[in-house]
């Protein structure tokens, strides 16, 4: 049974950081590209960023690309996504999630293509 379990949301000023981390188990984590994904009340879930199984290749949202970098550590089937440069529009529940298994690369921007989810971490961004 697939699990994803995010912790390290919380309360930040504008201009600080966090560290999100994402505990997966019940698959073959190392064969699996990861992302992460916020929701904000009223609006679209939107892809945030995303890493190749081999952790190598990664990918990030326009409105994030620079500020956040996303890792792996395959040794602890985990993801990480640190946060720096934080702003008030980045407040959201934010998720890890992973695609099929007939699609175990897929790390891209459209989060209907995931197959499975964590039940969220709160990061809000507030002075």
């Known amino acids: 049974q697939v699990q994803l379990v995010e912790s390290g949301g919380g309360l930040a000023h504008p201009g600080g950081s966090l560290r999100l981390s994402c505990a997966a188990s019940?698959?073959?984590?190392?064969?699996?590209?990861m992302s992460w994904a916020r929701q904000t009340p009223g609006r679209d879930l939107e892809w945030v960023s995303g890493?190749?199984?081999?952790?190598?290749?990664?990918y990030y949202s326009a409105s994030v690309k620079g500020r956040f970098t996303i890792s792996r550590d395959n040794a602890k089937n985990t993801i990480y996504l640190k946060m720096n440069s934080l702003k008030p529009e980045d407040t959201a529940l934010y998720y890890c999630?992973?695609?099929?298994?007939?699609?175990?690369?897929?790390?891209?921007?459209?989060?209907?293509?995931?197959?499975?989810w964590g039940q969220g971490t709160q990061v809000t961004v507030s002075s």
């Open positions: 890493i190749s199984a081999d952790g190598i290749n990664t």
């Open positions: 999630a992973k695609p099929p298994p007939f699609e175990t690369d897929y790390v891209g921007d459209d989060p209907t293509r995931f197959s499975s």
């Open positions: 019940g698959f073959t984590f190392t064969n699996y590209g």
